[in-house]
């Protein structure tokens, strides 16, 4: 909820599951405040249908906009309309729900088997397609069978893995779907978005997204946003009898609106498709898959020399590309896409049971790396359960007499915390049942107030409630109202009370409704325009007081010891904002928003913006402002939001947060929906990002490792002493043992970084090259050993070898999955513990009893063991010493930087 000294935003109110209530929306739903005489709707389908179609010459587009600026309705008037009191039935409703289908835009999507074919089809199957030909070619058919068995794992891993990503990410989207609130047998209920059916009566509230294709029958007015629809920048006004079309989005207003045209017979309907393709790359993909053509194009230039080199000494040509191919495949990254998918979806799977939902995986990149998140105050820092205090009398003739004034522009059953407060402070006041009201303005965070006309019998009267600078500015006071009002707001402030204002005026009799004047209001016209119409008295000042919520301090120390600087957003007055931010520890420099950026100008005071602890007096405008500016300074920013003014901001932010109860815009603008109350979930949620980012580097150093330590060698190998170090199989049998731990690294139970994280592409080619090198160097040793010391045959080094490339390849799993020593927590996953040391066992059977190679027995199988271990204890103490070297150099730039930076600031 918007948190506003200028006024609270008392529209977009939170409606309760399949709740029962009278109609929460329009005031010509509620039959006790307007004509009882209700116009009727039919639910036909086809006539519903016929009435919004286009003709064919004519594009929606261009029908939205004549549509929209038309002052006219768009389309000839419904013929027999529903009920607006009872809405469809049930039966009539799950009738059309058959029929014409959900209300969905329809999604092309490819055939379970043609995905399954498609591993088959491509650049490294084709490779491994081609050696297993070269196999049977030559009658090496214990090749040829490794071959199609690497080439069928390979595809059956990568599909189960794309198929368990898919169904993630579909689960996301069942989870982020829009819900509407639709009449139904005669009661008001929330259903998701596609279930509606055409004929169905919905209210529309400022921040909904528009769930169909519909007309609007009843209410004040709507200002719809179609700038994604139309092209036009700015909101369109409707009124009863116009369109409105599904994707847009209610800006400001409230109406009541009868579905025209559901799923893929609307005019731009987006409503199912909030979660973005997880085929967007984030940075972080984008340096992994740099480092992985990087690896593809080493891998081509090196087998090419090898293959150069064999033909040139006159090797067999078949066995001799059929080496060549396999070695290609073996070196290439090929599990990099299904990894980076996987370790995305566990990732995503895990915070939606955190209750952050994402919708779009590659955000959790950026939410490992936030230091700054800007979080509104109300509702996330608070509990949101705002308890009246005193009231401040001014004009009113008592406490009842201003509480009534505010109940009446108020909404009892709209679930709003102000509303509520005030509704639950009448005490013994009862509103008079002869009193109607004639038309009612919700609070919008433009005009920053609601607005009401009574009606008792023939005299008539208008209300308004709001921030009391824009109630004083209604009143037009003089100096010393002005100075009673600021000095009364500025005192509870200071006790952490928010206060609203309180005005009325009695309207002539001349004036029939006063719905005019009041729509003259909403387009922003000055009030002391019309005082003949009655001059607006200030009756009082209601405070509120929104106590924090008791897991928020405890959230902001967990936030500043990872490295995350908490700053309050809010738009109360900086009193409020520092008593609030002080109480949870986050210190007491508020920033006024409009000191920060004046009316409207680019930052005035940049530093300011950045070391402040929190902003106040913040409109949805500033949002944006202070998002880009703290960008613009080399953070990363994280920023809450719940209204529909947020979306610019939470779009700019490097992860954008809707918070529990947000709107249906900015969930759509959001990278992250939480479903919890509160900040805590917001830290849960980068601590599990930082695992995830974490893996990912894990399995970049090791891929990268592992390619240098047996391209390098085997290249090597070749061209200085003329021997091929492991067969066709043995590459193959590493290939496919390898990819079984790989895939585990996604559930691995990686570190968890202190601070926050970003890609360091120097750390990661720095530790692969030494852990690769150091990989070469004891490959080569184990050589010489073997050859000059031990005196066995080839057969007998090649199979030695292979089980050392094994063993130690799956032991730099170990190795890079921390910074510190082998045995410090966490621990390796079960999964991945499992799946490393089962591939190790089979390959150790594999040597020992010679599965398609030269067998080697148990004592040459252990001792290579043994070496094993001793490389990987020296591995380990090289990894911690450079993993020091590194840090202490960027601790010694990361200071140099400050310096530099302050020098600067300084002048």
Known sequence: MSDDLDGQDNNHARHPQKSTSPAPTSPNAQPSRNDPASPTVSSSPSSSSASTSTPSSASPVSNAASAASSG???SPPLENPTSLKLGLDSQTAQKRLVTDGPNVIAEQTRNVWWKLVSYFWGPIPWMIEVAAILSAAVQHWADFAIILVMLLLNAGVGFWQEYKADNAIAALKNQLALSARVLRDGKWRDIPARDLVCGDIVSLRLGNIIPADARLVAGDYLAVDQSALTGESLPVDKKTGDDVYSGSIAKMGEMTAQITATGMNTYFGKTARLVQNAGNISHFQKAVLRIGNFLILSTIGLVAIILMVALFRGDPWFETVLFALILTVAAIPVALPAVLSVTMAVGAEKLARLKAIVSRLVAIEELAGIDILCSDKTGTLTQNRLTLGGPVILAAQGRDDLLLAAAMASRAEGGDAIDQA????????????????????????????AEATIADGARQWQVAKGAPQVILKLVNPDASLSETVTHAVNDMASRGYRTIGVARRVLPAGDADGTDKMQAQGQGLDQNQSQDQGQWQFLGLLPLFDPPREDAAQTVREAAAMGVDIKMVTGDHEAIGRQIAMSLGMGSNILPADQAFGDGAPAI?????????????????????????????????????????????????????????????????ADLVLTAPGLSVITTAIEEARRIFERMGSYATYRISETIRVLLFMTISILVFNFYPVTAVMIVLLALLNDFPIMMIAYDNAPVSPQPVRWDMATTLTMSCLLGVMGVVASFLLFWICENYLHLDRGMIQSLIFLKLLVAGHLTIYLTRNKGAIWHKPWPSLKLFVATEITQIIGTLAAVY?????????????????????????????????????????????RHVVNVTQNLHSH
Request: charged share 20%; no cysteine; net charge neutral.
């Open 72 to 74: 006219a309705p768009s």
């Open 422 to 449: 005030v509704m639950g402070g009448l005490g013994d006041a009862v509103i008079p049942s002869s009193w109607q009201t004639v038309a009612f303005h919700p609070f919008d965070p433009v005009s920053k107030r």
């Open 605 to 669: 005071n940049a530093v300011a913006i950045e070391q402040a602890d929190g902003y106040a007096r913040v409109f949805p405008e500033h949002k944006y402002a202070i998002v880009k500016e703290l960008q613009d300074r080399g953070h990363i920013i994280g920023m809450t939001g719940d209204g529909v003014n947020d979306a610019p901001a939470l779009k700019q932010a490097d992860v954008g947060i809707a918070v529990s109860g947000a709107t249906d815009a900015a969930r759509a603008a």
């Open 850 to 894: 010679g599965w398609f190679i030269t067998p080697i027995g148990w004592k040459y199988a252990l001792l290579i063991w043994a070496y094993a271990l001793i490389w990987f204890v020296i591995n380990s103490g090289a990894k911690i010493l450079a993993y020091r070297l590194l840090s202490y150099r960027a601790d010694r730039q990361a």
